[in-house]
């Protein structure tokens, strides 16, 4: 299998190879080398142009984020006033828990609809039906007098809502950017962030002046202007770029660095939904006020805020993968020895800044992580199957959180050392696709090399091929070679 990041390209020219050019300023037709896909010409304005109106694309996905995921972020908010109110009679802490996991599940299974309804009609429509089911969801939960009426207004339609705009727009910035495409689709990502620290604050404000209910649609009104504001301005570049939107690309499953990025996925969510969600019931559990843990839940969502951009940007300067594994493995270690021994508002408040730049690793850099993987024009294949596997963990990792939590003594710790050893194997799973992506340099290298050699002796003659036994070995060695050794990747 030959290299295929979407910053890799071949020239078929006379004898020219042009490898890692990250300014696309190639003078003649170039060729993706996509395993999956047939070769298909590409010309210098196809090519992303790493800003101009992709910088506006940038502005709508970040709000966008701010008003789906940043929204979603308050949950914890609300959670903490569900349990210390008991507001739905007859609910227990794992339905309220299962509320929160719910709406980010249904955000994920709906992905494959989401993939298909911006094949056949555009990105735009798909992002009008999410503005439609989340308005519908925050304006359905101010109504609830139920639980079950909560399942379906803030579990439900708030969920399927969110899925359709978070699907329909992830993709489109990568599609703007080469060389700063990590750090372009981080600004897009903090969004979440500054949406979550903005409406954790005022969600706890809005409860205590106005009430529950009017909470909901203040956030309804709000998210349906903003959305709407970012349907009408937001570009694709799908037919530019020749981009494949299936809903299921069943042949994924057969190569083992996308396994490896389904679990880095899959371990990363366990420890992420259940330090969101957990984090300003904590606070109130040692004995803080509940604006105090509005304030610890902010601050988090500052951390992912502040802290994504700059993860993007190392990330195009260290390397993708590099930064995220590295990342990766620290929200786990911060969560081990910091927050198992905060035990004071200070304390936490260090601990939510520090852990909260690490933490949404994931978001900032699924997308640019996937291209170097699968390349850029299957990425939205391979998004969709990512949304529809990170389901699992997103439904059940607040629940798990709360049935971890003992009656006694450190009543979180169990729950804590559950979220750091996940972000651990989440590092670990990185740190082997990283191996993978190291070996997969070093054959396409020798590779290109031969190809040159063969072009410039005009020797057009098909040469022996060695025993493919021989290969497997080399193959492995190259492997091994890579979990130890360093290089931009």
Not at 115 to 120: A, E, G, K, M, S
Not at 196 to 201: D, E, F, H, P, R
Request: charged share 15%; glycine share 10%.
């Amino acid at each position: 299998m030959s290299i295929h990041t979407s910053e890799e390209r071949i020239e078929r020219g006379p004898g020219s190879i042009s490898n890692g050019d990250p300014s696309w300023a190639l003078e003649k037709t170039v060729f993706s080398e996509d395993p999956e896909q047939p070769a298909e010409p590409r010309t210098e304005s196809d090519a992303p142009p790493d800003g101009g109106y992709g910088w506006v694309c940038v502005g709508c996905a970040f709000l966008i984020n701010a008003h789906t995921w940043g929204v979603n972020s308050s949950y914890g908010i609300f959670l903490a006033h569900y349990l210390s109110n008991d507001t739905f009679p007859g609910a227990t802490a794992l339905d309220y828990a299962f509320v929160g996991g719910f709406s980010i599940s249904m955000a994920l299974i709906v992905s494959p609809l989401a993939t298909v309804c911006t094949r056949r009609f555009g990105t735009q429509a798909g992002l009008f039906i999410g503005v439609l089911f989340e308005t519908a969801g925050l304006l359905g939960a101010s109504f609830a007098s139920k639980i079950w009426h909560l399942f379906l207004s803030q579990g439900l339609a708030f969920g399927f809502g969110m899925g359709f705009l978070f699907v329909c727009s992830v993709g489109i910035v990568p599609q703007w950017f080469s060389k700063r495409r990590s750090f372009a689709n981080s600004i897009a990502a903090a969004g979440s962030g500054i949406g979550g620290m903005t409406y954790s604050l005022a969600a706890q404000a809005m409860i205590q002046t106005l009430g529950l209910n009017w909470a909901f649609r203040i956030l309804a009104m709000l998210a349906f202007a903003v959305n709407i504001l970012c349907t009408v301005l937001i570009r694709d570049r799908n037919k530019a770029l020749g981009v494949v939107q299936l809903a299921f690309d069943v042949k994924l499953f057969k190569r083992k660095e996308f396994l490896l990025l389904q679990l880095w996925g899959f371990f990363s969510m366990l420890g992420y939904i259940v330090l969101l969600f957990s984090l300003p019931n904590y606070a109130t559990s040692i004995g803080l006020s509940p604006k105090q843990g509005s304030i610890i839940g902010a601050l988090l969502n500052v951390g992912q805020g502040i802290g994504r951009p700059f993860v993007g940007y190392f990330s195009d300067a260290a390397g993708r993968i590099n930064t995220a594994g590295t990342c990766t493995f620290f929200a786990g270690l911060f969560c081990l020895i910091i927050w198992t021994f905060a035990k004071s508002f200070g304390v936490l408040i260090f601990f939510a800044l520090i852990v909260g730049t690490m933490s949404g690793t994931f978001w900032a850099t699924i997308a640019p992580v996937g291209a170097e993987v699968v390349g850029l024009k299957i990425l939205p294949s391979a998004l969709s199957i990512v949304w529809l596997i990170l389901v699992l963990p997103c439904t059940f990792a607040e629940p798990i959180g709360l049935q971890l939590r003992t009656s006694i003594g450190d009543i979180y710790l169990h729950a804590q050392l559950f979220t750091g050893f996940m972000y651990i194997a989440a590092a670990a799973c990185m740190w082997f696709l990283r191996a993978w992506k190291i070996a997969e340099l070093e054959r396409a290298a020798i590779s290109k090399e031969e190809r040159e050699q063969e072009l410039r002796d005009e020797d057009f003659v098909p040469r022996e091929r060695p025993d493919p036994s021989r290969i497997n070995v080399k193959s492995k060695v190259q492997a091994a070679k890579g979990l130890w050794s360093w290089q931009r990747v």
